[in-house]
Antibody, heavy 126, light 108 residues
Framework: QIQLQQSGPGLVKPSETLSLTCAIS??????????WNWIRQSPSRGLEWLGR?????????DYAVSVKGRITINPDTSKNQFSLQLNSVTPEDTAVYYCARAPFITMVRGGWFDPWGQGTLVIVSS | EIVLTQSPGTLSLSPGERATLSCRASQSVTGSYLAWYQQKPGQAPRLLIY???SRATGIPDRFSGSGSGTDFTLTISRLEPEDFVVYYCQQYGSSPWTFGQGTKVEIK
């Protein structure tokens, strides 16, 4: 059974960097059959896919336009986890952040999200 | 990007009744790459349906999905008390992968 366990701070100051980690059990971050995603949920924006990382002989990343330029998703094969960094945060980035696994279909297709991490409420406030 | 519009926003029904939830896409969803999720308060979404009509592992058969192109439906044949929560659709055929705004199923 694949499980995802999130960790990271729940409070970030405006203009600083939001950092979260998602530890994987029951699968490998370097598997060829999955992509590893970050998604957030807020009352104003609903559920919003932020980006993904996946391995196909090389590491690839795809990011949503809404956060491109501020987001980095990195795999860590030594710890079998992946991370999210979101720079220059504002109160608009306040949300519950989830990591999720998606089966790999093709480089231009996504996948359904299953399983999900438990979620981390991140509040951006001074 | 593909915008998914779910209707109704809220569905008021009684236990044992049939629920029909709609998800309409702003353009055709490639390959019927559409999923449905259930979200209970304080929890992460849970996958119910993928590929428009395939039930995820462990999902009761009272949940079924149908549709193609721009119109998709989630049907709950007989509502159980634990089904009165929020449901989301999601498309994964065209980047960015997007979600609908949700339908809340409430007890009438």
């Amino acid at each position: 059974q694949i499980q995802l366990q999130q960790s990271g701070p729940g409070l970030v100051k405006p203009s600083e960097t939001l950092s979260l980690t998602c530890a994987i059990s029951g699968d490998r971050v370097s598997t060829n059959s999955a992509a590893w995603n970050w998604i957030r949920q807020s009352p104003s924006r609903g559920l919003e896919w932020l980006g993904r990382t996946y391995y196909r002989s090389f590491w690839y990343n795809d990011y949503a336009v809404s956060v491109k330029g501020r987001i980095t998703i990195n795999p860590d094969t030594s710890k079998n986890q992946f991370s999210l960094q979101l720079n220059s945060v504002t109160p608009e980035d306040t949300a519950v952040y989830y990591c999720a696994r998606a089966p790999f279909i093709t480089m231009v297709r996504g996948g359904w999200f299953d399983p999900w991490g438990q979620g981390t409420l991140v509040i951006v406030s001074s | 990007e593909i915008v998914l519009t779910q209707s109704p926003g809220t569905l008021s029904l009684s236990p044992g009744e049939r629920a029909t939830l709609s998800c309409r896409a702003s353009q055709s969803v490639t390959g019927s790459y559409l999923a449905w999720y259930q979200q209970k308060p304080g929890q992460a979404p849970r996958l119910l349906i993928y590929g428009a009509s395939s039930r995820a592992t462990g999902i009761p058969d009272r949940f079924s999905g149908s549709g193609s192109g721009t119109d998709f439906t989630l049907t709950i044949s007989r509502l159980e008390p634990e089904d009165f929560v929020v449901y989301y659709c999601q498309q994964y055929g065209s980047s960015p992968w997007t979600f609908g705004q949700g339908t809340k199923v409430e007890i009438k």
